[in-house]
């Protein structure tokens, strides 16, 4: 069973940076895990954020292109979502997620319903 803890979220200003961080421990099983961010706010989904497979290919929302980067380090386990430009709008809870694939190039699917292990989540504020 894979653990995936988060840090790393606060309250911010618009236009301000975060760095959210997730570490996955665990994990024994064989294939390459891949590993993603989601957020949902308050009333609404659990939408997809950015991901990254095991190759470093990486795949985001359009709403976050240019402003958020994801990575992570294979070695550590361990996922980064820099977050720059932060609007009102990115405000939400936001999970690390992974999945475990037999390639190391998978495609991350964007539906929340296609992963398999979750972090609890950390808030992220935006205020205007």
């Known amino acids: 069973q894979v653990q995936l803890v988060e840090s790393g979220g606060g309250l911010v200003q618009a236009g301000d940076s975060l760095r959210l961080s997730c570490a996955a421990s665990g994990y024994t099983s064989g294939g390459y895990l891949v590993m993603g961010w989601f957020r949902q706010a308050l009333g609404n989904e659990r939408e997809f954020v950015a991901a990254?497979?095991?190759?470093?290919?990486?795949y985001y929302r359009d709403s976050v292109k240019g402003r958020f980067t994801i990575s992570r380090d294979n070695a550590k386990n361990t996922v980064d979502l820099q977050m720059n430009n932060l609007k009102p709008e990115d405000a939400a809870v936001y999970h690390c997620?992974?999945?475990?694939?037999?390639?190391?190039?998978?495609?991350?699917?964007?539906?929340?319903?296609?992963?398999?292990?979750w972090g609890q989540g950390t808030p992220v504020t935006v205020s205007s």
């Open positions: 990254i497979n095991y190759a470093g290919s990486t």
């Open positions: 997620a992974a999945r475990n694939f037999a390639s190391m190039r998978t495609i991350p699917q964007r539906d929340p319903e296609a992963w398999r292990y």
